[in-house]
């Protein structure tokens, strides 16, 4: 089969190239899915780069990936089911993550052919295209977790979402949206026609407003970035306000570059930040599976995912750059 190869830890145009290597053999417990679209993500850059250290150290692979074939978010038809697998079957339209837990680590997305977890992929809805259903588990499982769980959004709330422009922000928004609550979307300059095309209520440009200077005050933030002090978040929190911290370390920019990125900084704002609301419980009872949840909201077109492009196979180094650079709205999405 035809898969893009990582063959070591580098810049993506030195270290990826097109190759042909044999089809994955599938385990008990997992399915065969030809691959119609893969998506691209910021976890995915880190594996390529191999930065920062700590998560070569987390299982990626020490000197080289052990999988040497990137992508973990997929969306295909499965063609051979493992022996133990049940509730599928050789035909069905399916999307998921190829691993769970963190994504520091390649799962074989962006190949042909990629055997998966059977219990980590969902039907995808007959009116969801393969594009639109592979830019979706990695970015929307995130912001889910951040708004619904984290954040306990309901209706009514007044939610922030710093970072509303790209992959988690802009599924965060909607799906902040979906439970009623009136959004607030920042970022930058280039991002707002898209910030309010997603159903921002109100859309800040953060390079001519500071949204922790202007007064308002927000019962939920979810912060992308994680690039505020926490004395700054304070202000723009109420009393029993929440605060979501997702957190990256722009490409290696911030944080410490080569160890351990931006985590020191993530749990020093998770220890200090207020979190606030102890007796309040999480919205109404939900499916036990996240991606069932996704799932039904994009059939329902509660949520639809922010595409910036679709790129093929051997364009994947260009659009790293691309995403690296931070020229990127929403998602790129992989065509297979």
């Known amino acids: 089969m035809k898969a893009l190869f990582q063959r070591a830890y580098g810049p993506a145009h ?8 044999d089809r994955p053999t599938v385990r008990n417990d997992e399915v065969l899915l030809r691959v119609h679209a893969a998506s691209l993500h910021p ?4 594996v390529v780069t191999g930065r920062p250290f700590m998560l070569r150290v987390m299982g990626a692979g020490l000197r080289r ?8 978010d997929t969306a295909g038809r499965v063609e051979e089911l493992g022996a133990g697998v049940t509730g599928l079957k050789v035909g069905d339209e399916v999307f998921g993550e190829i691993i769970r837990g963190h994504q520091w680590k390649n799962g074989g997305a962006y190949a042909e052919y990629v055997a998966a977890p059977a219990a980590s992929l969902a ?3 007959a009116n969801v295209s393969f594009e639109q259903a592979a830019a979706t588990p990695t970015s929307g499982l995130i912001a889910l977790q951040g708004v619904r769980h984290e954040g306990r959004v309901e209706r009514g709330d007044r939610v922030l979402v710093n970072g509303a422009g790209g992959a988690v922000g802009s ?5 902040a949206k979906a439970f009623g609550a009136e959004v607030t979307g920042v970022d930058s300059t280039g991002k707002q026609d898209l910030l309010r095309s997603i159903g921002a209520d109100h859309a800040i440009d953060y390079t001519r407003e500071d949204f922790t200077r202007n007064g308002e005050r927000y019962d939920v933030i979810v912060d992308i970035p994680g690039n505020r002090s926490f004395e700054d978040l304070k202000r723009s929190l109420t009393g029993d306000g929440r605060y979501v911290i997702i957190g ?13 990125g931006t985590i020191g900084r993530i749990l020093k704002l998770q220890l200090f930040a207020p979190f606030g609301r102890p007796g309040k419980a999480p919205p109404a009872a939900e499916p036990a599976d996240p991606l069932t949840v ?7 077109g509660k949520i639809t995912p ?4 679709v790129v093929a196979l051997n364009d994947v180094p260009d659009a790293i750059r691309l995403m690296e650079e931070g020229h990127v709205l929403g998602k790129i999405v992989v065509t297979i």
């Open 43 to 46: 976890d995915v850059w880190h």
């Open 306 to 309: 922010a595409i910036d492009r």
């Open 171 to 175: 599924f965060a928004v909607q799906i």
């Open 123 to 125: 039907l995808k809805p």
């Open 65 to 72: 990936p052990k999988n040497p074939v990137p992508g973990t």
């Open 14 to 21: 030195l270290v990826l190239e097109l190759r042909e290597i």
């Open 294 to 300: 996704l799932a039904e909201m994009l059939e329902a």
């Open 248 to 260: 990256h370390d722009n490409f290696g920019t911030t944080g410490n570059r080569w160890f351990g």
